[in-house]
């Protein structure tokens, strides 16, 4: 059983940024895919970006160019640097781990067996 924590969320203002992290307590972290999705109050789950035990990275187009996904596989930790945040990336933020590879591209929710619960970040505009 992998257990997920994140932190870093919080409250900021817009064109300002954030490094969420997500603590795993895995020994074998790095073969896993770990993935960053959110979810805003009264929409659907999405995918936000997603980092392969090799380092292979994926994006949404809502966050390429400004969220940055990395993996420190010593700290068992990976992190999402978000920049120039927007009042839209507004949501609950939670990390994601599956043994599944990112060799046919990006992997669903559901693909995914362990969650954390989630960080808060708002931005306000």
């Known amino acids: 059983q992998v257990q997920l924590v994140e932190s870093g969320g919080g409250l900021v203002q817009a064109g300002g940024s954030l490094r969420l992290s997500c603590a795993a307590s895995e020994r074998s972290f790095s073969s896993y895919t770990m993935g960053w999705f959110r979810q805003a109050p009264g929409k659907e789950r999405e995918f936000v970006a997603a980092i392969s035990g090799s380092g292979t990275t994926y994006y949404a187009a809502s966050a390429k160019g400004r969220f940055t996904i990395s993996r420190d596989n010593v700290k068992n930790t990976v992190y999402l640097q978000m920049d120039s945040l927007k009042p839209e990336d507004t949501a609950v933020y939670c990390c994601?781990?599956?043994?599944?590879?990112?060799?046919?591209?990006?992997?669903?929710?559901?693909?995914?067996?362990?969650w954390g619960p989630g960080t808060q970040v708002t931005v306000s505009s």
């Open positions: 994601a781990a599956t043994r599944l590879t990112l060799r046919f591209g990006v992997l669903p929710g559901d693909k995914y067996d362990y």
